[in-house]
């Protein structure tokens, strides 16, 4: 780990500042509910964050706290939510939040172990809302943030849970809440999985580039497409 991670992040704290905000980052700006956060959430996995909160916004319309919710069909949800991915097993998950909430109060519980509980919560979520709801220490570790951090070797993982584990023993505390934000705009808009944009990366000079096959550009210009 012979990377300065704290200079990494807050490079790219700066350099995402301009990038779309993930949707669930948004929405906390937006809102303060825990509710809509917790399902904004479940929504959004392997999803476009524009397709999350078109599907959002359609369900909270109808649905803004989880006693409208719960009032709602399975088969209206799957209608408000649809094209999300997976939009007929999140429809079903959502259906039966009320009643796995109600072990809590009705409302959405703040520990990871409770939240685990809750249909269509794994721990990648669980710590999303953890971390955006409730602005508790949390690790959120998806796709993005997995790669990113092996591509820097600042972890030798195989597995998002591996890599969750691996940061809770090395990362910094004060950046736990804000990786997945900065690290998902980031893996987004420019280490994309896929040719990622190597040479307009801000941390292009001492980036270690593990495993990474740089897009090729064109002789003489800059490959500026997407």
């Given amino acids: 780990m012979s990377v300065d991670i704290s200079r990494f992040i807050e490079t790219l704290k ?60 399975r088969e209206m949800i799957q209608e408000l939510i649809f094209p999300v991915g997976f939009y007929k ?48 220490d949390a690790i959120c570790v998806d796709t993005h943030v ?17 890599t969750e584990q691996a940061l809770r023993a090395n990362l910094p505390r004060k950046h736990w809440k804000e990786v997945n934000g900065i690290l998902v705009a980031f893996g987004q808009g420019t280490c994309r999985p896929v040719a990622p944009h190597c040479e307009r990366c801000v941390l292009t000079q001492v980036c270690p580039k593990k495993g990474v096959t740089p897009r090729k550009i064109k002789s003489g210009r800059r490959n500026n497409s997407a």
Avoid: C
């Fill in 89 to 136: 097993s999140k429809a079903k998950y959502l259906s039966n939040l009320s009643k796995a909430l109600d072990v809590f109060g009705g409302l959405v519980p703040k520990s990871i172990d409770d939240l685990v509980t809750l249909p269509g919560v794994g721990r990648k979520t669980a710590n999303l809302v953890r971390a955006v709801a409730f602005d508790m």
């Fill in 14 to 73: 700066k350099e995402v500042a301009q990038y779309r905000v993930p949707v669930v980052d948004l929405l906390a700006v937006q809102t303060q509910s825990p509710f809509k956060i917790l399902v904004a959430t479940i929504l959004s996995a392997r999803t476009k964050d524009e397709v999350t909160a078109a599907a959002s916004k359609r369900l909270f319309r109808l649905a803004p706290d989880v006693e409208s919710l719960d009032r709602l069909s």
């Fill in 146 to 162: 997995h790669r990113i951090m092996n591509i820097w070797g600042f972890v030798n993982t195989k597995t998002p849970l591996e």
